[in-house]
């Protein structure tokens, strides 16, 4: 078969198929019409349809401009208002606690334990005595040390008492000799007072792991003294808020270890650095613990609250695509709007995104096929107007019957 012959048959097929397409389905007419088939072509092999159907439609047709029964319409959309979110208002993190003020008691001397004063979980007052060493010998130490004084200060008065029988020199070395008295007795009572291990601070004991007898040096730890009346909790935040939080800044902390609990504190301190490696900042915190209910060690979900960011939200349907990026159909005055947008944020119900979109304008969700920019559209919540009518025409029917009836 030649191929002029085979490019007639499949034009015939072709065209077959168009009409048939045209012919048995529904709404076919308009679809090519679209394409740029002419009008009349189309309504030679389109269905016909029923008046009424066709009444109608030839309104419609006139109404947009007298083209005809398949003069083309806006395209019908379905709207949704655009709505606002709040980001970046607030951070959550997890962090350790420790007491306001943590102490190991140890001793200032070495020697055997004669005694340990305090148990676990005592309050301690600063200064109190917890444990004693023992200090015979430093006792006769400080004896011997007084005994030497009061010796140089008798030999002091006696040369005094004898005049210009003594020369100067005399005199000042029995003064000289009762100074070297007087520090050592000094030194013995400060080597008598050091036998007694004493709390540097305030706050509660823990276990005691020492007992008497046992042999004890300068790096033995007696007791950890916690000060619990504070907590300070250690976090670490994304350097993006690191110019947003400060020094006196509210904030709230939930302790994992009581459910449902919640204490208000403040912002304690903020390190002068980001951690290169993981881009945080070290915060702490500061939490009230009046009821000492709170214990150093324990885990926190610290939220701390900001003014945020405020950005237009959208329907994740609203949003296109093309080779210039992200953009949405914007109504106004029935008309389509094309609005380019940068996504923000992307959740389930809603896009975040940054555009010239303002509050409840109105942007297209479905029917996004046909539009282009400054094109009339149709609002699918407006179709209903136009059949409110219907009940006039009926009327204007019914009047008309009854007169020609007359």
């Known amino acids: 078969m030649r191929i002029w012959k085979q490019f007639a048959i499949c034009a015939v097929v072709l065209v077959g198929g168009v009409a048939a397409f045209a012919h048995f389905v529904p709404g076919a007419g308009q679809t090519l019409a679209g394409f740029g088939v002419p009008e009349n072509l189309v309504a030679l092999v389109a269905k016909p349809r029923a008046d009424g159907e066709g009444a109608a439609r030839s309104g419609n047709g006139q109404g947009q401009g007298g083209r005809g029964g398949f003069a083309s319409q806006p395209p019908l959309v ?17 962090g350790n606690g420790d007491a306001i003020l943590s102490v190991t008691a140890t001793p200032l001397a070495s020697g055997n334990l004669t005694e340990v004063l305090i ?35 008798e030999k002091v008065e006696r040369n005094r008492r004898l005049g210009n029988a003594v020369s100067v020199a005399v005199l000042r070395d029995a003064e000289f000799a009762e100074q070297a008295a007087q520090l050592e007795l000094q030194k013995a009572e400060l080597d008598l007072k050091r036998r007694d291990i004493v709390a540097p601070s305030k706050g509660i004991a823990g276990i005691i792991t020492v ?18 009346s504070q907590i300070l909790v250690d976090f670490w935040v994304p350097e993006r808020f690191s110019n947003k939080i400060s020094v006196g800044q509210e904030v709230s902390a939930s302790a994992i270890a009581i459910p449902g609990s919640e204490f208000s504190g403040v912002i304690h301190a903020i390190d002068n650095r980001v951690d290169e490696a993981s881009r945080t900042l070290r915060v702490r915190a500061r939490l009230e613990n009046p009821d000492d209910t709170l214990r150093a060690g ?13 950005y237009p939200t959208v329907n994740p349907l609203a949003v296109q695509w093309s080779s210039e990026g992200s953009f949405v159909w914007r109504i106004e005055d029935n008309k389509a709007q094309r609005v380019p947008v940068t996504i923000v944020q992307r959740n389930s119900d809603k896009v975040l995104v940054d555009a010239e979109l303002a509050r409840e304008q109105a942007v297209v969700m479905e029917g996004v096929q046909r539009l282009r920019d400054g094109g009339e559209v149709r609002i699918a919540g407006e179709q209903r107007q136009p059949q409110e009518k219907k009940p006039e025409g009926d009327n204007e029917q019914k009047v008309s019957e009854a007169e020609v009836a007359k």
């Open 211 to 228: 007992n008497p007898g046992d042999y004890v040096t300068t790096e033995t730890a007696i007791a950890v003294i916690d000060d619990r």
């Open 78 to 94: 379905v709207t949704e208002p655009v709505g606002e979110a709040v980001i970046n208002d607030r951070l959550s993190a997890i």
């Open 298 to 310: 324990m885990s926190f979900s610290v939220v701390a609250r900001f003014a945020g960011d405020t």
């Open 119 to 153: 148990k676990s979980g005592d309050r301690i007052e600063k200064g109190q005595v917890i444990a004693r060493l023992d200090s015979d010998d430093q006792k006769v130490a400080a004896d011997q040390a007084r005994v030497a004084l009061d010796s140089a200060k």
